[in-house]
């Protein structure tokens, strides 16, 4: 508990400084938002018609005194009013989360399931058939970009099978199927290299030709001592992986309209919707910091030479 309690007030000053940071560079955008907002909406309005609004948005206060009211009515959980919709940003960001984390959930779950036995497998197999085919399949994932792999499942999938629905008709795990195919493939891609160059590193160390010197069956060296030590390193992966799909991702939520924070933040972006444009950049500056908290948990109760090293230091 003194560790999480450690870790939890390192993260305090990097929030605020994230928020001050965003704040700034959203001032500094070098756009008027009000003029943006109307421009948007296809309005013309008088010079006294936007002045007013931006004194109602808080817009003609000094830059500090905007960043502490922001700031304050974030501790009291009010994020503020959409430029665009006047809606609450708290509750229409809220609204997009369970979009994102079935996405997330799918696509993930999706990405262990293939590349880790795929990698494990790679890696036994080094230097055969097996391993090559598998090696080059990732080198393939890898160079297709995301767009180009979405648009094959679409072509395939969608309109050819008729399987899955090309446009997202709603949070459900059909609808889904499309999305996180298309992420999952190029996430495996990376995971297997990645899984297998852990493997291998391990199967080449010295404990594991003593292992092997006491007659230990190979099937229980892999998995009771090389997946143990390798798994530092998939849980790295995954931690990067978990927080940039839960941050959202733009283009493939976009390309299959799906309502998520991903496909919020682009069109919030859009139309120069500053709350909604830092609540989004709240959401990932969080999702970042818990992940990694989560990360170094799990080091430190998986790995005794972390947990003696910290014990040094203190």
């Given at each position: 508990m003194k560790f999480v309690g450690k870790r939890l007030l390192q993260l305090i000053p990097i929030l605020l400084a994230i928020t001050f940071l965003s704040f700034a560079m959203m001032r500094i955008a070098g756009s008027d938002a009000v003029e943006e907002m109307y421009t948007a909406r296809g309005t013309v309005v008088s010079d006294e018609v936007?002045?007013?609004?931006?004194e109602e948005l808080g817009l003609d206060r000094s830059f500090m005194v905007q960043y502490g009211s922001?700031?304050?009515g974030i501790l009291h959980g009010d994020m503020g009013k959409s430029y665009v919709s006047g809606k609450d940003v708290f509750g229409s960001f809220l609204s997009k989360l369970p979009a994102t984390l079935l996405l997330a959930a799918f696509s993930l779950g999706l990405t262990v399931l293939i590349s880790i036995p795929i990698g494990i497998l790679a890696a036994v197999r080094q230097g055969r058939l097996t391993d090559k085919i598998l090696r080059a399949s990732s080198f393939l994932g890898n160079a297709m970009p995301g767009f180009f792999v979405a648009m094959v499942l679409m072509q395939?999938?969608?309109?050819k099978l008729k399987l899955f629905p090309v446009i997202s008709t709603g949070v459900n795990l059909r609808s889904a199927v499309l999305p996180g195919l298309t992420l999952s493939i190029s996430m495996t891609a990376k995971y297997l290299r990645q899984v297998r160059a852990a493997v291998l590193e391990e199967l080449n160390k010295d404990y594991i030709r003593g292992l092997k010197a006491r007659g230990i069956s190979n099937r229980v060296i892999l998995w009771k001592n090389v997946m143990r030590s390798a798994s530092l390193s998939i849980i790295t992966l995954l931690a990067l992986s978990a927080g940039s799909l839960l941050g959202g991702t733009a283009i493939i939520e976009s390309i299959f309209m799906w309502d998520g924070v991903g496909k919020l933040a682009v069109d919030a972006i859009s139309m120069r919707d500053y709350p909604m444009i830092l609540a989004y950049v709240m959401w990932m500056a969080i999702i970042f910091?818990?992940?990694n908290l989560a990360t170094?948990?799990?080091y430190h109760f998986m790995d005794p030479r972390i947990r003696l090293g910290e014990e040094?230091?203190?």
């Amino acid at each position: 508990m003194k560790f999480v309690g450690k870790r939890l007030l390192q993260l305090i000053p990097i929030l605020l400084a994230i928020t001050f940071l965003s704040f700034a560079m959203m001032r500094i955008a070098g756009s008027d938002a009000v003029e943006e907002m109307y421009t948007a909406r296809g309005t013309v309005v008088s010079d006294e018609v936007m002045q007013e609004k931006r004194e109602e948005l808080g817009l003609d206060r000094s830059f500090m005194v905007q960043y502490g009211s922001w700031l304050l009515g974030i501790l009291h959980g009010d994020m503020g009013k959409s430029y665009v919709s006047g809606k609450d940003v708290f509750g229409s960001f809220l609204s997009k989360l369970p979009a994102t984390l079935l996405l997330a959930a799918f696509s993930l779950g999706l990405t262990v399931l293939i590349s880790i036995p795929i990698g494990i497998l790679a890696a036994v197999r080094q230097g055969r058939l097996t391993d090559k085919i598998l090696r080059a399949s990732s080198f393939l994932g890898n160079a297709m970009p995301g767009f180009f792999v979405a648009m094959v499942l679409m072509q395939i999938l969608g309109l050819k099978l008729k399987l899955f629905p090309v446009i997202s008709t709603g949070v459900n795990l059909r609808s889904a199927v499309l999305p996180g195919l298309t992420l999952s493939i190029s996430m495996t891609a990376k995971y297997l290299r990645q899984v297998r160059a852990a493997v291998l590193e391990e199967l080449n160390k010295d404990y594991i030709r003593g292992l092997k010197a006491r007659g230990i069956s190979n099937r229980v060296i892999l998995w009771k001592n090389v997946m143990r030590s390798a798994s530092l390193s998939i849980i790295t992966l995954l931690a990067l992986s978990a927080g940039s799909l839960l941050g959202g991702t733009a283009i493939i939520e976009s390309i299959f309209m799906w309502d998520g924070v991903g496909k919020l933040a682009v069109d919030a972006i859009s139309m120069r919707d500053y709350p909604m444009i830092l609540a989004y950049v709240m959401w990932m500056a969080i999702i970042f910091v818990l992940v990694n908290l989560a990360t170094d948990i799990i080091y430190h109760f998986m790995d005794p030479r972390i947990r003696l090293g910290e014990e040094e230091e203190g």
